[in-house]
């Protein structure tokens, strides 16, 4: 493992008005999260909401530093998991919270993975019809991606995402060192993400990928700070253009309609998040080359780095084209009748389209199988 190094943390800034806030990217920031709350005027009362694989890890050192401050804080776990996001298990959180005394000056901290910042983010837009939030990612995919830009929501059995809120938070803290305590396979598929952040909006940051995707997936610090800095600084730039996706926003779904369809199907269970987006990506590579004008050059530059990384380029037997283009209507991304695609015109640059035809998703399908 890397040495952990320690320094001034890098900042970026999600420009949204009255919504706006930073989010702090570094190594070992855990400790020093009540130094970047006091700024904000948040009340002394809070919750740290995290799962079972985190809380060991985190949660005990994130309360004791917290109470340090004068802060008063539960601790609340759920079981580790997609299975989490839930309904259910959002209603029994809710149900929590009157008895610790939260009011609208109170915080919510989802403290781990995509999974616990989208539950508690949800909770705590849900709230009192919404006290302040706060996210402390723990794994690669919710510190490039989920833990920025205020989506927050549960699952369906019918569909991922179909219930929630667009809710910012007022802070996140990005600590990088928790990576270290990532399994390998969690890892890959964070970064899926970060391939996915270069597909559609920065070619020259693709182009670094290929050649130093090793040192991000070795954990070098310097590597994963620049691979973060540069998805966050991307990601807050979509968002502050287009908070609710009513259009440049919906290109950061580049690969999730057929991921998402993989993922309903095996029921979230089985297979992670950024495996599905990986081969979501190979297919919308395909369906770039003949409906946007990708280069079949740059579909394999695209193949080729989700290869390298160890993540799936192929849809796998269990998946028929069948199954699969059922479960995109489904998708809350379908609009008007139609799905649309997120498609590569060239290496950085995108098109969203809905003049994909079923009979190209389905010729797709089966070559990617």
Not at 237 to 266: P, Q, W
């Amino acid at each position: 493992m890397p040495s952990i190094t320690t320094g001034k943390p890098e900042q970026v800034r999600v420009a949204l008005g009255e919504r706006s806030h930073d989010i702090f990217i570094g190594d070992n920031l855990l400790d020093r999260t009540a130094e970047f709350m006091q700024p904000l005027g948040l009340g002394r009362r809070g919750v740290v909401i995290s799962d079972t694989n985190v809380a060991p890890l985190y949660g005990e050192a994130l309360c004791q530093s917290l109470q340090r401050a004068d802060y008063e804080i539960a601790l609340l776990t759920v079981t580790a998991g997609e299975s989490s996001k839930s309904l259910r298990q959002a209603n029994r959180l809710l149900e929590k919270l009157p008895s610790l005394r939260l009011d609208r000056q109170s915080f919510i901290i989802a403290l781990g993975g995509g999974v616990a910042g989208d539950l508690a983010g949800f909770v705590a837009a849900t709230y009192l019809r919404g006290i302040n939030f706060i996210q402390i990612p723990t794994s690669l995919l919710a510190l490039v991606d989920s833990s920025v830009g205020g989506k927050t929501g549960v699952n369906l059995p019918q569909g991922k995402n179909l219930v929630g809120a667009f809710y910012q938070p007022r802070l996140v803290v990005a600590d990088t060192a928790t990576l270290k305590t990532l399994p390998k396979r969690e890892l890959r598929s964070g970064f899926a993400e970060v391939i996915k952040y270069g597909a559609i909006c920065d070619a020259a940051f693709f182009r670094w990928l290929e050649r130093d995707y090793r040192r991000v997936l070795r954990l070098e610090s310097d590597a994963v700070r620049k691979a973060v800095r540069r998805c966050c600084e991307l990601k807050a730039k979509v968002v502050s253009a287009d908070e609710r996706e009513s259009g440049l926003r919906a290109i950061l779904n580049f690969g999730h309609t057929i991921g998402h369809a993989m993922e309903a199907l095996v029921e979230y269970e089985g297979l992670l998040h950024g495996e599905a987006v990986a081969a979501g990506m190979c297919c919308a590579g395909c369906l770039s080359v003949k409906r946007a004008g990708l280069k079949c050059a740059d579909a394999r530059r695209l193949r080729g780095l989700i290869k390298a990384s160890g993540l799936p380029t192929h849809l796998g037997a269990q998946f028929t084209p069948e199954e699969l283009l059922a479960a995109m209507w489904l998708d809350k991304k379908a609009l008007a009748g139609k799905v649309r695609f997120v498609l590569l015109k060239r290496l950085g640059a995108t098109v969203v389209s809905d003049q994909v035809t079923d009979s190209d998703v389905e010729e797709v399908l089966h070559v990617c199988r």
